[in-house]
């Protein structure tokens, strides 16, 4: 019961960020649940890719919620949304196969050091719209860098999908946010399945999990997380751009010092 209770805790922080910034959850989700992991005993071999596949399955409910949300203010998301889909899509499935790969210290010192880099970023750089119109051939290529982050490190397409979409795309930040969403959403399914596949194969993995996927984490923050997305997507659409930027930076910032020294 006390560890169902954690992961529900777990759950309603990670639906905050989804919701307020389309993030998916994963930048709160993933190191706290390997911190919860570690505690539990988990291999440290495979600590980190059971983290991230977790946080990838409960993030399917938090990103549904959260961009049903962000439609329901009558968000135009549906044309560069078709125009990311293919190439998230695609860098989601190379991503997954690619963390399958490498140790989990490694999985925590990127994530760790991309949430930094991304923070300062995001801080003191202003996301300006570029001159000129997007080019669909560049949309696409960049949206196989945001699913191959995003699923490698089990985070919502809006880390990187946020300077993006402002920057290269123009749109607006609230707007950018919940294409962010249904981004994330993407990432999360197609994530989700590979972890699950490409860890049928591994040793050591505790009870109660399939492939990458521990199913007490995943049903507990999948509880927890729809409870707080639909309220925080719907501040979002309240708070001033500049608001949404700090917060975005702290948040950033605090995880990804903690994940370096993890």
């Known amino acids: 019961m006390t560890a169902l209770l954690i992961y529900l805790g777990i759950g309603l922080l990670g639906g905050i960020l989804a919701g307020l910034l389309g993030l998916g959850g994963g930048l709160i989700v993933v190191p706290l649940l390997a911190i919860y992991f570690a505690k539990l005993g988990f291999p440290s071999e495979v600590l980190m890719h059971v983290a991230v596949g977790s946080s990838l399955a409960s993030m399917i409910t938090t990103t549904s919620f959260s961009t049903w949300t962000h439609v329901q203010h009558k968000m135009d998301i549906w044309p560069v949304y078709k125009l990311m889909a293919g190439g998230v899509i695609i860098g989601s499935l190379l991503g997954s196969l690619m963390a399958d790969m490498v140790h989990s210290v ?47 490190l089990g985070i919502g397409a809006g880390t990187v999908g946020l300077p993006f979409l402002t920057s290269y795309q123009k749109v607006t930040i609230h707007r950018a946010v919940a294409i962010a969403a249904a981004l994330s959403l993407t990432v999360s399914v197609f994530g989700a399945l590979s972890y699950l596949v490409t860890g049928l194969n591994q040793e050591g993995l505790p009870d109660w999990t399939t492939g990458y996927l521990y199913w007490p984490a995943v049903l507990g923050v999948s509880l927890g997380s729809p409870l707080t997305a639909w309220g925080s997507a719907k501040l979002a659409h309240k708070l001033p751009v500049i608001v949404l930027r700090r917060i975005f930076s702290f948040v950033l910032l605090i995880i990804g010092m903690r994940m370096l020294f993890f």
């Open 106 to 152: 490694v999985l925590s010192v990127a994530f760790g050091g991309f949430a930094i880099v991304f923070s300062l970023q995001s801080f003191f750089v202003e996301w300006k719209a570029r001159e000129g119109e997007p080019y669909e051939k560049v949309t696409q290529g960049c949206s196989v860098l945001i699913g191959i982050v995003s699923a490698l």
